[in-house]
Every structure is written in C-alpha cells, then in structure tokens.
C-alpha cells in the first residue's frame, strides 16, 4: 500500500514565526520528495523538491529529508499570512511503474497578523 | 501560455450522462497525471501515462473512467454514465521525468458537478 500521511491540521502559528510542516512515507525505495502549496479553489504549485537527505533551503522555505527515517518536511521561516494555505506532501513511488506521484491529504497551516 | 492547459474549467452534467476532460501538459513534457480531488482531501491519483504508455491506473478507476493519451501530447479523460459521486476536481499535471528527478507542475483543474 504507498501511504504518504501527513497531519491534517490546522496548524495555526504568529506571523513572523517558524512553521513546521512534517510527512512520513511508507515506501523506502521513493528517492524523490515534493512540497506542493494549495490556495483554496485554485490547484496545487510547486514549492520544494528534494532528492538528496539533508536539507535544501530556498529563500523562506527549508526542506529536510531523512531516508532513514521515510520522513520529509518543510520549514517556512518568516511566515506570513500569504502563507496561509494547505500544504501536500508528495513522493514517487516505484515498483511497478517508476515515476507514479503520490500525494498525502495535506496540512492546512494558517497564519495570524 | 506554456504551463498545463485544461478544459473546461467547469461542467456540470445530469447524472448518467458521459463527459470528456482534456489536458494539454507543458510542451516536450514525457510524464502525465490525472488526479481527483474533493474538499478537504489530498489529490488522488486515478491513472499516469509515460509518453503515450498508460503505466499505472488507481483501482479508484472503475470501468466507467478511462484516459488516453495518443502520440504522448494531450490526454483526455473520459467518465461514462456519470454519479453524483463523480463531482470532484479533476487534475492533470505533467513532468519532465528523468530517473528520479520529476517536478510535476498542475493546470488549473476541472471542476465536474454531476445533478
């Protein structure tokens, strides 16, 4: 079964604090790691993709990976109420067919003024 | 335009009535998904096509649902004898897939209301 869970929220922090967005996958042999945000009404748009364990920073956002562990997850620093939105975690599955990307339910992350 | 084009943005259709969605994905892009997704829910993925291949189908892909995909440019997708359970927003998306590098980029979606 390729499972990608991730905590429903909502997950509410200040603005101007660190956001932490965490993902567990269920497959160990996924290399491939996607952060997608999701405004309501309007569809998902890629913020983050990492393949290698460690962390990747891009500008506000940090994701970090721990194939170890088959946990990924996304930092956003300085959040901002433009933050608020849900965030998908996403891995590629292999196995019977490479490439197949599967989505978790998402963490709905609200910002405060 | 060059990002994921999809059509329409919405359809409302009576229940048992047959619809068909198009998607054109980023030119020169290999991979093509089709996911649905319903409010408050994670997309979920219905089937993927490598080129013109058909790779994977969900076993959420009943008979009435089928994809295409001829000569690996646009897809389209196909529900029969529609149900209100049908309504959702339907996704495609599609990739540059090299090994394990796959950024997959979304259109803007079809939203499918089945009355």
């Known amino acids: 079964q390729k499972e990608v869970e991730q905590n429903s929220g909502p997950l509410s922090v200040p603005e101007g604090a660190i956001a932490s967005l965490n993902c567990t996958y269920s497959d160990r042999g996924s290399q491939s790691f996607f952060w997608y945000r999701q405004y309501s009404g309007k569809s998902p748009e890629l913020i983050m993709f990492i393949y290698s364990n460690g962390d990747k920073e891009d500008g506000r956002f940090t994701a970090q990976l721990n194939k170890a562990s088959q946990y990924v997850s996304l930092l956003i620093r300085d959040s901002q109420p433009s933050d608020s939105a849900t965030y998908l975690c996403a891995v590629i599955y292999y196995g019977g067919s490479q490439g197949n990307l599967i989505f978790g339910k998402g963490t709905k992350l609200s910002v405060k003024p | 335009d060059t990002g994921v084009s999809q059509n329409p943005r919405h359809k409302i259709t009576k229940r048992g009535q047959n619809v068909t969605f198009r998607c054109d994905p980023i030119s020169e892009h290999n991979r093509l998904y089709w996911y649905r997704q319903t409010l408050g829910q994670g997309p979920e993925f219905l089937t993927y096509f490598q080129n013109e291949a058909q790779l994977e189908k969900s076993r959420l892909l009943s008979d009435r649902f089928s994809a295409e995909r001829p000569k690996g440019s646009f897809s389209t997708l196909e529900i029969q004898r529609t149900e209100q359970g049908d309504s959702a927003m339907y996704l495609c998306?599609?990739?540059w897939g090299q090994g394990d590098m796959n950024e997959a980029f979304f259109g803007q979606g079809t939203r499918l209301t089945v009355v």
């Open positions: 998306a599609s990739s």
